[in-house]
């Protein structure tokens, strides 16, 4: 029975199928997206919020909480998809203490080329193991979990 301080049987052998399956998705996605981009998640994932920003612009800050990385390790990939002449960082012109990433040229066009790939691989992964409906409760019942 669970209790407040430990999960039913059915609540973790939920939770053990979502960190298994979240595990299984994001290798197939990781090997679909570096066969045909070069491209790891985690360089996507931050072209991706560059891409949905205005301008292509985002400060680290707004970067760091759109990503799923840690600060240390956003600014270590930062660093390195600059100097891959993906982005680019400079001060921010209201707060020089602030730092604004913007996307390059190179890094647009990267970003067209893998998208279609991301997309075929999480419809092919996971978003097609569900008919919309399904999708839709799956989407409400995760979304209790992420805003609680």
């Known amino acids: ?5 430990r999960p039913s049987e059915a609540g973790l052998a939920a ?3 979502f960190l298994v399956a979240h595990s299984v998705v994001t290798d ?3 090997a679909d997206m570096r066969a045909s981009s ?3 998640l985690a360089r996507y ?9 205005p301008g292509g612009r985002l400060r ?3 970067l760091a909480r759109a990503v799923l990385l840690s600060k240390s390790g956003l600014t270590r990939l930062v660093g390195r998809m600059c100097e891959e002449g993906y982005i680019t960082r400079t001060p921010a012109t209201d707060d020089r203490r602030s730092i604004v990433v913007t ?3 190179r890094g647009r066009s990267t970003f067209r080329r893998a998208a279609p790939t991301h997309l075929r691989s999480v419809q092919e992964h996971f978003a097609g193991h569900f ?3 399904e999708a839709e409760e799956l989407r409400v019942l995760l979304e209790r979990v992420a805003t609680t």
């Open 1 to 5: 029975m669970p209790t407040p301080e």
């Open 15 to 17: 939770w053990r199928m």
């Open 28 to 30: 197939r996605l990781e």
């Open 38 to 40: 070069g491209l790891t």
């Open 45 to 53: 994932d931050v072209l991706l919020q560059l891409s949905e920003a």
């Open 60 to 62: 680290m800050t707004d």
């Open 103 to 105: 996307m390059t040229a």
């Open 131 to 133: 008919r919309d409906g």
